[in-house]
């Protein structure tokens, strides 16, 4: 009976676990604008204004995402058969779907530092240096 109980605690965990949605590309842009509020101030016209520049950036890189996918499981059916052709091919997409989401990141980063004050360009630009990232604003990996 424990056996049983334990098991079906373990199963309806995984089963939990599996049934995760991703975040849309509208809560991924809240979510970041709330952050950019609390530490720059922005009113409630910038804090609209940077919803709709990050909202467009993330549906943009939902698409970029679900190719880059594709690619890397290319790149490892490639490996696997050790196929040179496919190998040079998927890694020149991936790097290629790589710098589309560095221009989207970049392009989106470069709207957003338009609508902000010099104050709060000044603010962003100190914050971002010190995050160790690739400038103001990218969400890549960050330490």
Same mark, same amino acid.
Not at 11 to 24: K, M, N
Not at 74 to 84: G, I
Not at 86 to 97: E, R, S, V, Y
């Given at each position: 009976?424990?056996?049983?109980?334990?098991?079906?605690?373990?199963?309806?965990?995984?089963?939990?676990?599996? !049934?995760?949605?991703?975040?849309?590309?509208?809560?991924?842009?809240? +979510? +970041?604008? %709330?952050?950019?509020?609390?530490?720059?101030?922005?009113?409630?016209?910038?804090?609209?204004?940077?919803?709709? &520049?990050?909202?467009?950036?993330?549906?943009?890189?939902?698409?970029?995402?679900?190719?880059?996918?594709? %690619?890397?499981?290319?790149?490892? !059916?490639?490996?696997?058969?050790?196929?040179?052709?496919? &190998?040079?091919?998927?890694?020149?997409?991936?790097?290629?779907?790589?710098?589309?989401?560095?221009?989207? %990141?970049?392009?989106?980063?470069?709207?957003?530092?338009?609508?902000?004050?010099?104050?709060?360009?000044?603010?962003?630009?100190?914050?971002?240096?010190?995050?160790?990232?690739?400038?103001?604003?990218?969400?890549?990996? +960050?330490?």
């Amino acid at each position: 009976m424990k056996k049983t109980i334990a098991l079906l605690l373990f199963a309806s965990a995984c089963f939990a676990q599996s !049934t995760h949605t991703p975040p849309t590309p509208a809560s991924i842009a809240q +979510r +970041r604008v %709330e952050r950019l509020t609390k530490v720059l101030s922005l009113n409630a016209s910038q804090q609209q204004q940077a919803l709709t &520049i990050f909202t467009n950036a993330a549906t943009a890189d939902t698409t970029i995402q679900a190719s880059l996918k594709t %690619e890397r499981q290319s790149l490892a !059916t490639a490996v696997q058969a050790n196929s040179t052709t496919n &190998i040079q091919t998927a890694a020149m997409q991936i790097g290629t779907l790589t710098g589309q989401l560095v221009l989207s %990141e970049a392009s989106s980063n470069a709207a957003f530092y338009q609508i902000l004050t010099p104050a709060q360009q000044t603010q962003y630009t100190n914050l971002e240096s010190h995050a160790g990232n690739y400038g103001p604003g990218f969400r890549g990996r +960050r330490p």
